[in-house]
C-alpha cells in the first residue's frame, strides 16, 4: 500500500535529524520559493490569507529559503496529525518502512517522502504565480505529479490509503487517479447526542496522524488490516463502505 497523509501549516523551525535526501520535485519548490520572496508582506498576506505577523514570518523564511538548513519532512511538521504520528519516537526499521510506502502532500513541494529534507514553509493551493500563468498552484502541480502517484502506487500493490486532507486532491486528476488504483479514504466521526454523525477537523486530523502510525509500526500490507485501528475511543463501524471505511467515538 501506498499512503497519502496532508503537510502541516504548523512546522519546527529545525530538527536535529539529518535528512535522506533532496525531495524529488525540489526544482519546482525552488521555482515557487523565488517568486514568492519577490512579494510583499502585503501580498503575502492576502495570497496566503493570513495576518500580517504570520506573513512576515512567512517572509523571513522565503527570504532564507535557500541558506536553512533542512530537516526531514516527517519530523518538520508539528500539525495536529503530526503530533499523534508522534515521528520523533519511531524508530529506523519504521521510518525505512515509511521511506518507501508515505507520500506527504505539498502545494510547494509537491509530493514528499518522510525523510526528505525541506525547510519551514507556508503555502495554500488557491497562491497564484506568474509561474503558474495565475492559476492555482494546486493545478500547477496536477500533470507534475499524477503520473508519479499513480506509477508508485501499481508498483506496489495497486492500494493508496488516502489520509491527507480532500484539498490536496487538487494537486492530482483525482478523477483519473480513481479509475486507475484503489483508493481507500478512511472517514472519522463523533457520534452526537440524536444519533448523527459528524466530521470534526481536530478529531480527522488526531486520527489520520495515528493510523499513519500505526500502518508504519506494524507495517501493513493488506487493507483489512487498517479496520483494526482504535484510537481514543474510535472503533471501526463494520456497516461502512469497503472503500470508506468509518470509524466512529461516542461523544
Excluded at 508539528?78 to 521511506?99: I, P
Excluded at 480527522?204 to 500490507?221: D, N, S, W
Aim: hydrophobic share 40%.
Amino acid at each position: 500500500m501506498q499512503i497519502l497523509l496532508a503537510d502541516a501549516k504548523i512546522m519546527r523551525e529545525w530538527m536535529n535529524r539529518e535528512p535522506e535526501r533532496e525531495p524529488r520535485f525540489q526544482t519546482y519548490a525552488d521555482m515557487i520559493a523565488e517568486e514568492m520572496a519577490c512579494m510583499d508582506i502585503e501580498e503575502l498576506s492576502r495570497q496566503l490569507k493570513c495576518n500580517h505577523r504570520i506573513a512576515a514570518e512567512v517572509w523571513r523564511r522565503y527570504h532564507e529559503f535557500k541558506m536553512s538548513k533542512k530537516m526531514p519532512a516527517i519530523l518538520a511538521y508539528n500539525g495536529q496529525a503530526y503530533k499523534h504520528l508522534r515521528a520523533d519516537t519511531l524508530n529506523e526499521d519504521v521510518l525505512r518502512f515509511g521511506q518507501e510506502h508515505l507520500w506527504i502532500t505539498s502545494f510547494l513541494y509537491g509530493m514528499l517522502r518522510p525523510m526528505d529534507g525541506i525547510v519551514a514553509y507556508r503555502m495554500e493551493h488557491n497562491v497564484r504565480l506568474d509561474l503558474t500563468e495565475e492559476k492555482p498552484v494546486g493545478s500547477y502541480w496536477r500533470d507534475k505529479l499524477t503520473d508519479v502517484l499513480i506509477g508508485s502506487v501499481k508498483e506496489d500493490d495497486g492500494i493508496l490509503v488516502h489520509l491527507a486532507t480532500e484539498e490536496y486532491e487538487h494537486l492530482f486528476d483525482w478523477k483519473r487517479i480513481c479509475r486507475e488504483v484503489r483508493v481507500i479514504q478512511p472517514q472519522f466521526y463523533i457520534r452526537q447526542k440524536d444519533g448523527e454523525i459528524k466530521i470534526q477537523a481536530v478529531w480527522a486530523k488526531t486520527c489520520r496522524g495515528a493510523m499513519v502510525r500505526m500502518i508504519l509500526e506494524r507495517q501493513i500490507a493488506k487493507p483489512e488490516e487498517i479496520l483494526s485501528f482504535a484510537y481514543e475511543g474510535f472503533e471501526y463501524m463494520p456497516e461502512s463502505e469497503e472503500n470508506h471505511p468509518h470509524y466512529i467515538r461516542a461523544r
